[in-house]
């Protein structure tokens, strides 16, 4: 979910893993939902953006068990929020992450079964507060 970010308007995309392009979605994107998705932790709504990331367990389960690939899928989401909090730090931006989500809001919104696909953990970013003013 794009808020405030440089060339790019505010909107949910979907990001295309195959040619690494993003393909807007039809749901709306506003400081308040941003806020919602998050059990309406208010100051989620002043992020920048918002990774929500879901999973497709079919992908992982073709070659693990149920259980086995339930566990990979949450152990690889928690290994692609670090990244990004690491890179997001790097950039000299201001990562967050939460699990505390609306998760029926969100698959409703992003057109998901939450069987299927569900969505797993959001992370986040934003601008780093100016103590010096
Ligand atoms: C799995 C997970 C869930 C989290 N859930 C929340 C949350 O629901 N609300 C919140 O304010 N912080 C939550 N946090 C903590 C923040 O995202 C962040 O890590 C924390 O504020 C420390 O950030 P800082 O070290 O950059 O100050 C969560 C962290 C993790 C790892």
Known sequence: MALRVDGLERGIYHY???NHRLARLPAAATSRIAAAYCAHQSYFGKAAALFIMTAVFARTMWKYGRARAYRLVLLEAGHLCQTFCLTATRLGLAPFSTAALKDSLIENDLGL???SE????????????????
């Not at 953990?121 to 010096?132: E, I, R």
């Open 16 to 18: 295309q893993a195959h």
């Open 118 to 133: 569900s969505v797993l953990y959001v992370a986040g970013v934003g601008l780093v507060p100016d103590h010096s003013k």
């Open 113 to 115: 079964d939450g069987i």
